[in-house]
């Protein structure tokens, strides 16, 4: 585990986000590409089908279920590259509320205003965002408005425009990137104006509350859980 | 300011006059004459109106819209519909709007890639004809995308942005399989409580060429008349789309039964009762005149 350094500390405090480069790379990238590959190409067929029923969203996919699909999906989630910042920052007091294998279609389908996911009053909701393959400037690159996590930060609204957003930044970056942000800020996937699909991971993550999340919600998933922290941040014992 | 009810259907039994389709629902027999229209909007205060055509797409089977909006010239406004797989749909939409007060089409259907993440070229969509017949001739386009081909709708929008689009019935896309009709004869669509429209119709308010019809409440709530459940819908076009780009309407006349058209005239501020008296002039008439851009009475 990798405990941030002070001045990440700052700037989560401050910024509330750090962007760990080359998060993921390697055998462990190629098999997370591989492993989302596949199984986004074996199950989109059955999400169109939904698509169709009028059932399910249309201009983003989710592959249901990840975490029972390969577990290179279990492994990112205490990945030690942003483990030890998470379990830094909720007080060593981690749950795992999912994940989302996430590909997004391009502009002008998929288009998303500014938003925070959270209010104050919410325990500390944290998410990763990874990259699986490269996202240029312009490709559906994360946007996040430094500061605006804090009680006092705005008033914010959402603009018409993604790129009229005061104060945004955005954040291009290469396949295994990861941005951890404090959903409290406002944040956005910028327009993808390329004709490449944004093919990513949203890990949502929270400081544990009881009975949050229940026993059984990762219980078919147990056997690749054998260590206390990975049953405590699953939630399996309760 | 007028009050404009801005989708409806009107029809007067099948006839060698007035030829059309006929269904268990409008047999033969069956007629919901203009007549009886212009009562209902007598009764309630109602100025103009938008007939939409239903049963049948050929020339012929548009006699009797085409009737109704010579009658009644100042009254109402046509919105025709193109057979699928016409092999020249800008001849059919070009003898329809000839003077006629037809001012727009209605479809469903794009006919581009059913796989969402495929590279999209709209010329190469089915109804790019139709899309670039409206750009070139300032025709209203009518749409109540199904659930398949809600992706394709903002490549079009992006591509024409001149042309006038009305996204009808609170911008549902219904679901295969979804429809049905209800003991009243009224149309029922089965949606989920979680709107999937927020992501894909309701979108397309940055496009400011499009606008909504706030109507057909009946077919989406759960609930009987003032529909509550649907109450957040609103809201949410509201706040999309802004004030000047929604549109009352009724549905007439498949809700005459249930819940009355004259409920109907009220339903907006039932749905949205923040509205100033002007905000609620403008939806329940004033946009549609002048984005439809109906006569002087």
Redesign the interface.
């Known amino acids: 585990m990798i405990r941030p350094a002070p001045e990440e500390k700052k700037q989560w405090e401050e910024k509330g986000y750090l962007v760990f480069e080359n998060a993921i790379q390697g055998e462990d990238l190629k098999r997370l590409q591989t492993a989302f590959d596949y199984w986004a190409d074996a199950c ?1 067929e059955e999400w ?1 089908d939904r ?11 989710d592959i249901p279920n990840p975490l029972e699909k390969d577990p290179i999906f279990i492994d990112i989630i205490d990945y030690p590259s942003y483990y030890g910042a998470l379990m830094e920052f909720t007080d060593h007091d981690l749950i795992l509320l999912g994940p989302q294998v996430r ?1 997004v ?1 391009p502009w ?2 998929s ?1 998303t205003g500014w938003h925070p996911d959270v209010g104050h009053e919410n325990p500390l909701h944290i998410k990763v965002q990874i990259y699986v393959n490269d996202v240029e400037l312009g490709g559906g690159e994360f946007g996040f408005v430094p500061g605006s996590h804090k009680p006092d930060a705005g008033p914010y609204t959402r603009p ?2 993604q790129e009229s957003m005061p104060g945004h930044k955005t954040f291009p970056g290469k396949a295994g990137t990861a941005i951890m942000f404090n959903s409290c800020g406002w944040h956005v996937s910028m327009d993808n104006h390329s ?1 490449v ?1 944004r093919k990513s991971i949203i890990l949502i993550y929270e400081k544990r509350t009881p009975g949050r999340i229940g026993p059984d919600q990762y219980a078919s998933i147990s056997e690749y859980c054998q260590t206390p922290e990975r049953r405590k941040l699953f939630s399996l014992d309760g | 300011m007028p009050r404009i009810d801005a989708h409806l259907h009107v029809f007067t039994k099948a006839s060698p006059e007035f030829p059309r389709e006929i269904s268990d629902v409008w047999p033969a027999e069956r007629e919901e004459p203009v007549e009886k229209l212009l009562d209902e909007m007598e009764k309630h205060q109602i100025d103009q109106a938008v007939l939409v055509q239903m049963a049948g797409a050929s020339i012929a089977n548009h006699r009797y819209l085409l009737h109704c909006l010579k009658e009644y010239p100042n009254r109402f406004l046509g919105i025709g519909l193109v057979p699928e797989g016409h092999p020249n749909p800008a001849d059919h939409m070009a003898e329809l709007t000839d003077n006629t007060g037809i001012i727009g089409f209605r479809f469903s259907t794009f006919g581009g890639p059913r796989d969402i993440f495929a590279k999209m070229d709209v010329r190469e969509f089915a109804a790019y004809p139709i899309w670039k017949c409206a750009a070139e001739r300032d025709y209203v386009l009518w749409l109540y995308p199904n659930a398949m081909n809600a992706h394709l709708l903002p490549y079009l929008i992006q591509e024409f942005p001149q042309v006038r689009v009305v996204l009808n019935h609170l911008a549902v896309c219904p679901g295969k399989g979804k429809f049905s009709w209800d003991a009243l004869g009224r149309p029922q669509i089965q949606v989920t409580g979680y709107n999937l429209t927020m992501h894909t119709t309701y979108r397309l308010a940055r496009f400011e060429n499009v606008n909504v019809h706030l109507s057909g409440q009946y077919a989406f709530s759960r609930e009987e008349f003032p529909y509550k459940d649907l109450a957040g819908w609103h809201r949410g076009l509201l706040t999309g789309f802004g004030v000047k780009r929604l549109m009352w309407a009724t549905d007439f006349p498949w809700i005459l039964e249930e819940p009355g058209y004259g409920k109907l005239t009220t339903v907006i501020e039932e749905l949205l009762p923040g509205l100033s008296e002007a905000e609620l002039a403008d939806i329940m008439g004033g946009n549609a005149k002048r984005i439809l851009r109906f006569p002087d009475l």
């Open positions: 989109k169109l698509v169709e029923a009028g059932e399910s969203v249309a201009t983003f996919y590909t279609a002008p389908v288009y018409m425009r004709d699909p």
